[in-house]
């Protein structure tokens, strides 16, 4: 009974560690690489390019960095004509109050990407969300930034 019990746990032992080794190498996170970020906003006659402060950039990276990333295709609307860079990594931030963030590489995944598989998506909490959305308010953004309902192409849609 005890050499059964033993191995039972050596068993689990082993399975935990080989799952850790697994979600840590194979999912893919978020590395930011830059200090400084620009806001892009540019939605209903708005044009936006904005340097931030370094103080609003560290609360940026401390929301964006070492973020899981996966694969989906949510339906809030999203582009890099509203986003935040760092360098050439661009977080396309959604177009609605959807706490969905898309990041792309510098063209190399879009965030406007037709497929799921294109897409590598992040989830942040409403308090990030809302952080975000009062640092954009600061600069003249605001959210959300279409129609409601209406998802057809919301770069062509007037707010």
Known sequence: MIKQA?????????????????SSTVVP?????????????SRCGQKINACLTPEESTLLKGILNNRRLYSDSPSCGFDEDISIRF?????????????????????????????????????????????????????????????TGLFSDPRFVCC
């Open 6 to 22: 033993a191995v039972v746990v050596g068993c689990m032992g082993v399975a935990a560690i080989c799952g850790y080794v697994a």
């Open 29 to 41: 996170k978020t590395k930011i690489r830059g200090s400084n970020a620009i806001l892009i906003y």
């Open 87 to 147: 360098g050439d990594q661009i977080f396309c931030v959604a177009h609605d109050t959807c706490p969905t963030i898309v990041y792309s590489r510098g063209g190399d995944k879009d965030c406007d990407a037709a497929s799921a598989a294109d897409r590598l998506c992040m989830t942040i909490s409403k308090t990030e969300r809302e952080i975000i959305d009062q640092i954009f308010e600061k600069y003249g953004g605001f959210f959300p930034c279409t129609r």
